[in-house]
């Protein structure tokens, strides 16, 4: 199954804001939006944001997702050491019938 | 919360059948999914189940040799995996929608 489109990494200086893109299509981020996931090396991916660009309780608001037309974004705002870590993009795919993931896209906090 | 279990070291062709437990939530409110990470590689969705439990979805790499079932008065998804291949190594997890929840399980496919 096609993919979605992340860069492979994102470098920025700490305290800096970082935005993360995933590209996809009208069948699955434009059709019903993209979550993003944030995982740290070792460790299981944890949601960041659902399809509605919400926040799970707990997650700080320095993380805002937001989507137009195919292509959805995350802005990191306030980099931070803890802030290096994987991020990956996913969405349902009403052609595939079933999720689809990015490539994901490793962010260095300098 | 989701716990995973079952994962183990496997021969290419055998079998393995593969649990997560659900807390924390309304197990019926979600559509259930297992999602894999080979070592070093991206996450990959392997099938996803409705909350009735009566249609079923599968990636391409596993369609014809995995099965997703879950047990709604338990609160249970099952993933069992059958003819399994090197190329299904990967730590397994079980997330709702696709958010996982746990620590996820290994499974190694290897002689």
């Known amino acids: 199954q096609a993919g979605l489109t992340q860069s492979p990494s994102v470098s920025k200086d700490l305290r800096q804001t970082a935005t993360l893109t995933c590209t996809g299509s009208?069948?699955?981020?434009?059709?019903?939006?993209a979550v993003w996931l944030q995982q740290h090396q070792g460790h299981p991916p944890k949601l960041l944001s659902d399809?509605?660009?919400n926040r799970p309780s707990g997650i700080s608001e320095r993380f805002i997702a937001a989507r137009s037309e195919n292509t959805a974004s995350l802005t990191i705002i306030g980099l931070q050491p803890d802030d290096e870590a994987d991020y990956y993009c996913?969405?349902?795919?009403?052609?595939?019938?079933?999720?689809?993931f990015g490539e994901g896209t490793k962010l260095t906090v300098l | 919360q989701l716990a995973e279990s079952g994962g183990d070291l496997v021969q290419p062709g055998g079998s393995l059948r593969l649990s997560c437990a659900a807390s924390?939530?309304?197990?019926?409110?979600?559509?259930m999914t297992w999602v894999r990470q080979a070592p070093g590689r991206r996450l990959e969705w392997v099938a996803s189940?409705?909350?009735?439990?009566?249609?079923?979805f599968y990636g391409d790499s596993v369609k014809g040799r995995f099965s997703i079932s879950r047990d709604n008065a338990k609160k249970s998804l099952t993933l069992q995996m059958t003819s399994l291949r090197v190329e299904d190594t990967a730590v397994y997890y079980c997330?709702?929608?696709?958010?996982?929840g746990g620590q996820g399980t290994l499974v190694t496919v290897s002689s």
């Open positions: 996913s969405a349902w795919d009403s052609s595939l019938h079933g999720w689809v």
């Open positions: 009208s069948t699955n981020v434009g059709h019903q939006g």
């Open positions: 399809r509605n660009n």
């Open positions: 924390g939530f309304t197990f019926t409110d979600y559509w």
């Open positions: 189940i409705n909350v009735e439990g009566n249609a079923q």
């Open positions: 997330a709702r929608d696709v958010e996982t």
